[in-house]
């Protein structure tokens, strides 16, 4: 290989043997044979200058690739003469000294190499600490380095160096001067990587710098780079990541998280301590990152004196969050409420202070709290990493964009809180029960109250468990046509495996659908999308012909199709979209039975109970899919009292779930002055109202006088007949057809 010319410079030693020969002779870890090679891949065939610090000398001791000859400058502000010079002749590596100068905040690597200039148009390597590129205290050294020159590559390698702990971070930077349009830079972070994977690293860097775009597995193409002092953390920076932080808005939206919080970072302590005995001295605890635990509790009893007034210190409901954080696999950040034991208090600068704002939602609250303790919220973090650690700034943490819930999520969080709280109430009972034992003036008192409170705790735990039995939630908490079928075929079956019990269970299986889709057709019609299916169904009832399971079924297969997305953003109905195709196998199945039974095939009486197993397991299977139903309550409108001046106003209602018609009145807060007194709504997940008449409507059934569900099933002679979800009765009602007219079911 050609070797370097000689430098220029105030050069001290050049020359001399290799002082390093020795030490590169004896086996070193994987670690720093990744580095070795990355140096070499870097340059190519070109030996480089290698201008090292006399104060770094050792750093490089068993990282250089073989013929790598340093150049050793003793006189530590000369190395950006000496590297500036060397440029001439070719590439160069340089290695300036990490430590601080005596008396300054700045290192002395952070001073020179911004001096080096560009010459030759060769290229400049160096090694830096990984925070100097992603620190915001090192913007102003990142600005002057890159006024000149332009990274091609940056490498990020846990552990390689001899001289520093085996978890701190570096990064091997390779530059080029900056001129013309500017080659994108390739980002690659090979951690801490294993013996086994040191050719496979090699390899897939060596194909990254031939990249102009698209990423590989530990690594990116930056075509745009941050300017001026930005950051340039391999995590920042990700595209991926970049994409999944948009995710975010999924929830709901998305905000940084100071609209929620007031975050208020914590002074250095000295400046706090009390030097004598005057008013403002208090004995508070003092609170350091150790002592906010994972499990949202504070520990630690450590006190101190302060000069603090009664503004500084810490309030109950304030949040403490860890200002550094281990970056484990499947842990997020360490936060804690602050309870009125806790205080008085005050936090060290390990910690930062977040204090809800009075406006924020206390679900809204718990939900980002819930976020931030997330793996997710730890990967998508814009934050410095350092030696394996997360390091979090009050700035940077005011700055984090955090995921805000809908009213879907909200009330699905609302429920999990409550159940918690429910949960632990249950369980402090029986503890002070047990707790109580014996507690009463007589034997026979303390026997009457522990018999008292085993039945009540004993009647709520077999509720509990009654609700977890599948079967009991569809007859409960599903919408009454579905549930009143379901009780039919569970009831019907429980005698046996019989006709009766199999075609019950066809029936659930038609009800299921044919709600559903109905449901369907009438979110579509509130979103403004034409369903072809609806039209097919429109031409089979003008030819006095009614829908049946395969219509059903058509409505829901196109209510998935790409024609129908904006049903999913203007209703929120996305479980109900993807219905169809989730429960496609046991649809079909379902399908041909009902029709081997429509058409003369019935099942073998021998047969029965194998046909009867099977049919219940697609049943199940289907009403598993379709729980989403639970989640969009069927609504029969009463009354509305309307405010118009404040555009607000209250409906009656009755929610029409579970295998019962009798259900409780309420109030519901409604936004909308033209609720239909009479008709069926179905609230979406946003809980936005949707009219189903005609598509589905409520009354009281002429035949059986419950009230019942209706769909359309025939139209004859300009009257329509209706059938009922729940038993199948019919009613003939006249008035009806420019109502289907309205909507698409009939011609107009």
Not at 537 to 542: D, T
Not at 637 to 651: K, N, R
Request: proline share 5%; with cysteine.
């Amino acid at each position: 290989m050609p070797t370097s010319p000689p430098v220029r410079a105030h050069v001290i030693r050049r020359g001399m043997t290799d002082p390093l020969a020795v030490l590169r002779s004896q086996a070193v870890p994987h670690e720093r044979t990744l580095l070795r090679r990355l140096l070499a891949l870097v340059v190519g065939d070109t030996v480089p200058q290698v201008v090292i610090s006399a104060v770094a000398a050792g750093d490089l001791a068993d990282v250089l690739p073989a013929g790598w000859v340093p150049t050793v400058v003793d006189a530590e502000n000369d190395i950006a003469a000496v590297a500036s010079a060397s440029l001439a002749d070719g590439p160069v590596m340089v290695h300036a000294s990490w430590a601080r100068d005596e008396g300054s905040r700045v290192s002395s690597h952070q001073r020179d190499l911004p001096r080096i200039q560009p010459g030759g148009g060769h290229r400049l390597v160096m090694l830096l600490p990984a925070g100097d590129l992603d620190l915001h205290r090192t913007s102003r050294f990142r600005e002057g380095l890159f006024l000149q020159w332009s990274p091609r590559l940056v490498g990020f390698i846990t552990g390689a160096l001899s001289s520093v702990h085996n978890r701190f971070n570096l990064a091997l930077v390779v530059l080029e001067p900056r001129v013309g349009n500017q080659e994108p830079c390739a980002m690659f972070d090979a951690g801490a990587a294993s013996q086994s994977e040191v050719d496979s690293l090699i390899a897939e860097a060596s194909r990254l710098l031939k990249m102009k775009g698209g990423r590989t597995e530990h690594g990116y193409i930056l075509r745009e780079l941050p300017s001026g002092g930005e950051q340039l953390g391999f995590q920042r920076n990700d595209p991926r990541l970049a994409e999944r932080r948009a995710e975010l808005g999924g929830f709901g939206s998305t905000v940084r998280l100071e609209e929620l919080f007031e975050v208020i970072p914590q002074r250095p302590l000295r400046g706090r301590l009390a030097a004598d005995a005057s008013p403002d001295v208090v004995d508070v605890r003092l609170l350091r990152g150790r002592d906010v635990q994972r499990d949202h509790v504070v520990r630690g009893d450590e006190t101190i004196q302060v000069t603090a007034k009664p503004s500084d210190l810490l309030r109950a409901g304030d949040v403490v969050i860890r200002a550094i954080n281990a970056n484990h696999h499947g842990s997020g950040f360490i936060w804690s409420w602050l309870r009125p034991d806790d205080l008085p208090a005050v936090a060290d600068a390990s910690v930062i202070v977040m204090r809800p704002r009075h406006e924020a939602d206390s679900i809204v609250v718990e939900f980002v709290l819930r976020y931030l303790a997330s793996r997710v919220a730890r990967d998508l973090a814009e934050v410095s990493q350092i030696s394996g650690h997360l390091r979090l700034t009050a700035r940077e943490l005011a700055d984090m964009i955090v995921p805000l819930p809908d009213q879907a999520v909200m009330f699905a969080l609302r429920a999990v809180l409550h159940a918690r709280d429910v949960a632990g109430q249950w369980r402090d009972d029986a503890h002070n029960a047990l707790d109580t034992l014996f507690d009463g003036e007589t034997v026979a008192d303390s026997r009457e109250t522990v018999l008292q409170v085993s039945r009540s705790l004993r009647l709520r735990v077999t509720a509990a468990e009654q609700a977890e039995d599948f079967a009991q939630q569809i007859r409960s908490t599903y919408p009454l046509p579905v549930a009143a079928r379901w009780r039919v075929a569970h009831t019907t079956l429980s005698e046996g495996p019989t006709p009766d019990g199999y075609d019950a269970l066809l029936n659930t299986a038609e009800v299921t659908l044919g709600y559903a889709a109905n449901v369907g057709m009438a979110l579509a019609r509130s979103a403004g999308v034409g369903l072809s299916a609806t039209a097919v169904i429109a031409a089979k009832l003008a030819r006095g012909e009614g829908p049946g399971f395969g219509d059903w079924v058509a409505v829901l297969q196109e209510l998935g199709g790409k024609k129908a997305q904006s049903v999913r953003e203007a209703t929120k109905a996305d479980e109900l979209c993807d219905f169809a195709e989730e429960s496609r196998v046991a649809i079909a199945r379902l399908r041909q039975r009902r029709n081997d039974e429509a058409h003369g095939r019935p099942v073998d009486r021998h047969d029965m109970a194998d046909a009867c197993a099977s049919a219940l397991a697609d049943v199940e299977l289907l009403l598993a899919r379709s729980q989403f139903l639970a989640d969009m309550p069927l609504i029969l409108a009463g009354s509305t009292t309307w405010d118009a001046l404040a555009q607000s106003g209250s409906c009656e209602i009755r929610r029409l779930a579970g295998d019962h018609p009798v259900v409780p009145r309420e109030r519901l807060a409604v936004s909308r002055s033209d609720i239909e007194n009479g008709s069926l709504y179905v609230q979406d997940s946003g809980g936005e109202l949707h009219l189903l008449r005609p598509f589905v409507i409520a009354g009281d059934c002429p035949r059986c006088r419950a009230l019942s569900t209706f769909h359309v099933d025939r139209v004859s002679n300009g009257v329509a007949t209706l059938k009922s979800f729940e038993h199948g009765h019919l009613d003939e009602v006249p008035h009806f057809l420019p109502a289907l007219s309205a909507v698409g079911l009939l011609p107009v």
